[in-house]
């Protein structure tokens, strides 16, 4: 399984952006797919998951109402749609894919930075 994160970017406060893993391997579509952000000097914490049907997500309490977890009909593609984004969500994104819930990632894709200025 491959991982393939797009999407970050420079916004300002209040703004959105739409972050892409594009996953390839022949399991890839069976596990659940999730974010994990890393901003600096802190350490990597979970974002949001969902689960290889795309019918289960969940959410850090601080983006629940603000993000969107999707994915595509073929289950290839997991979107996070950022809205309303503030200054403390500016870090590294990875995607990643795993068992579900995804509290143990088996498989990461590169990091793509989100960068939120005022």
């Known amino acids: 399984v491959q991982l393939q994160a797009s999407g970050g970017g420079l916004v300002q406060v209040g703004g959105s952006v739409r972050l892409s893993c594009a996953g390839s391997?022949?399991?890839?579509?069976?596990?659940?797919v999730g974010w994990f952000s890393q901003a600096p000097g802190k350490e990597r914490e979970f974002v949001a998951a969902?689960?290889?049907?795309?019918?289960?997500?969940y959410y850090k309490d601080l983006v629940r109402g603000r993000f969107t977890i999707s994915r595509d009909h073929a289950g290839k593609t997991v979107y996070l749609q950022m809205n309303n984004l503030n200054s403390e969500d500016t870090a590294v994104y990875y995607c990643?894919?795993?068992?579900?819930?995804?509290?143990?990632?088996?498989?990461w894709g590169q990091g793509t930075q989100v960068t939120v200025s005022s």
């Open positions: 391997g022949r399991t890839y579509s069976s596990y659940a």
């Open positions: 990643a894919a795993g068992a579900w819930p995804l509290r143990s990632p088996r498989y």
């Open positions: 969902i689960d290889w049907r795309g019918t289960s997500t």
